[in-house]
Every structure is written in C-alpha cells, then in structure tokens.
C-alpha cells in the first residue's frame, strides 16, 4: 500500500468524473485540503469516508487500496477487497495508537515540568525547601484531581 500512487489514483479518478478537489471534498464532508493531502500523498482517506469515497470515484475499496483499477482477469477481488480493508484498518489502528503514545508523552513532560515550575517559583519566593516541596505535592494533588473529575 503506497500512499503516494493511491493518491495519484485519487487524483486521476476525480478527474475523470469531472469534480474539482473542491466539490469531492462537498459530496465527502471533508475540506478540500483534506482531499488535496489524499492526492499529494500526504495522508489517507479517514476510514470513514473510503466508502463514499470509493462510490463517488466508482471503484472498488480493493482498487482504492491497491491505487490502480483491477484487472478484468482477477476471480477472487471480493476476498483481494476484504484484505486490503482489513490492511488499511490495521494501519489506521496503528496510527491511532502511536499518536495516543505521543500524546501520553506530551502530557507526561507537562505534568513534569509543571511539578517543577511550582517548586522552583516557591522556592524563590520563600526559600525554603520545605515549601518546595509542598507546593509539588500539591501540584501532584492537583493532576490526580483533574484525572479524576476528567
């Protein structure tokens, strides 16, 4: 699965029935960046939208996958269709988890950070370790809350 020969296919097939990026981003509900990202290569199709997508372009979910038409001779193109969605939510799925990872990290380094601004401003202010460190714990306390009410 190659995104950038998907997204030539995108392109070509759009073509053919005539729409500019614009009006295939109306019929889908996505902007036309959005398709202009699918063509260039740049992202994928949502799997929400590579149905209507598909039916709109008039090719099969296989094809799309694939980013050619299929060949008159295939027999098996429903089984060939099945895996390659099955491909392409897999990939979607991992996509997902990774940006969940990097999220989680993000938020880990915030969290961190923040722990330590608090201890260093109290410190400043009152120079007193002690404080320091009640004003982390409380910080601490703080994120615990959120994660729970959140």
Not at 103 to 129: D, P
Request: aromatic fraction near 10%; charge should be neutral.
């Amino acid at each position: 699965m190659n995104q950038h020969d998907i997204g030539l296919f995108i392109a070509s097939k759009r073509k053919e029935q005539n729409l500019t990026q614009e009006q295939l981003a109306e019929k889908l509900g996505v902007s036309n960046k959005t398709v202009s990202k699918w063509e260039t290569g740049k992202n994928m199709p949502d799997y929400s939208v590579v149905e209507q997508l598909c039916q709109v372009l008039n090719i099969s979910v296989g094809e799309l996958i694939a980013g050619k038409e299929k060949e008159q001779s295939e027999d098996n193109s429903s089984y060939e269709e099945k895996i390659a969605l099955l491909s392409y939510k897999i990939k979607q799925l991992e996509n997902c988890k990774t940006s969940q990872t990097e999220a989680s990290k993000t938020i880990k380094a915030g969290i961190s950070f923040g722990t330590a601004l608090a201890m260093v401003i109290s410190y400043t202010q009152w120079h007193s370790i002690g404080w320091a460190i009640l004003h982390g714990l409380m910080s601490w306390g703080y994120v615990i809350y959120y994660f729970i009410k959140y």
